[in-house]
């Protein structure tokens, strides 16, 4: 991406949220791109600070949506180990294809819990069947469908778990895919899409590392224009 702007929805001495548009990395080490930790590292030093940027939890590329991130060490320790313990909450919007005809398991609200394993070389996750769950890692998520309208179902998700595309792989397996996702697509057969993908972090809650008071944001999805009945 050639945009270099970010978008700050708040800052203080200890972090700073802001969204990440799809198709910007959190992190790389592509050179010649733009990474979020990048443009903050030169967003900070622009204004003479330190340009510390502590990585706290992270967005597929494809995704937009909220992140916090450390600007001391000391709230980086803290807000990794909330985010280990599963007490940053992480919820998402999410368009899904709903074939008709299709073997569709969700029902109006309910949990996915799911053994993933992640192929590195092909940057892949896959569902692994009960009798080799002990070779991946689990995965839960809880949903909510908010609308079901002309064969996409508009979904509201809370993480449970942070695993490498989990929300992308585990609707794929109830035969929903995300909307615009060329890699899992339908079934997993990386149908190539104009579509952006239909995902979105939409609300971010955390509790700060200096006082401890609850902090909560939100936003809505670019993409919401996209889908009429949104």
């Known amino acids: 991406m050639k945009d270099e702007t970010i978008e700050i929805i708040y800052e203080d001495e200890a972090v700073i949220v802001c969204r990440k548009p799809a198709g910007r990395a959190t992190q790389t080490a592509k050179l010649g791109q733009q990474d979020m930790v990048t ?81 590195a070389q ?50 794929a397996n109830q035969g929903c895919p995300i909307v615009g996702d060329k890699k899992y697509g339908f079934g997993g057969n990386g149908e190539e899409t104009p579509r952006p993908l239909a995902l979105c972090a939409y609300r971010l809650e955390f509790a700060h590392p200096a006082d401890g008071r609850m902090m909560e944001f939100s936003i809505e999805p670019t993409w919401r224009k996209d889908y009429r009945f949104l």
Do not use: W
Not at 60 to 65: L, R, Y
Not at 153 to 162: K, N, V, W, Y
């Open 39 to 119: 443009l903050l590292k030169n967003y900070r030093a622009g204004k003479k600070e330190t340009p510390y940027i502590g990585v706290v939890h992270r967005l597929d590329q494809p995704v937009e949506g909220l992140m916090v991130f450390a600007k001391t060490k000391e709230a980086a320790a803290k807000l990794c180990a909330q985010m280990a313990k599963h007490r940053i909450g992480k919820h998402y919007y999410a368009a899904a294809y709903a074939p008709e005809g299709k073997n569709i398991r969700l029902r109006q609200q309910g949990t996915l819990t799911d053994y993933l394993s992640f192929d």
């Open 122 to 171: 092909k940057n892949r996750t896959k569902i692994l069947p009960l009798e080799e769950r002990q070779k991946g890692k689990k995965a839960v998520l809880d949903y909510r469908v908010l609308e079901f309208r002309e064969n996409l179902l508009f979904l509201d998700i809370t993480l449970r778990t942070g695993r490498h595309h989990q929300i992308r792989a585990q609707l």
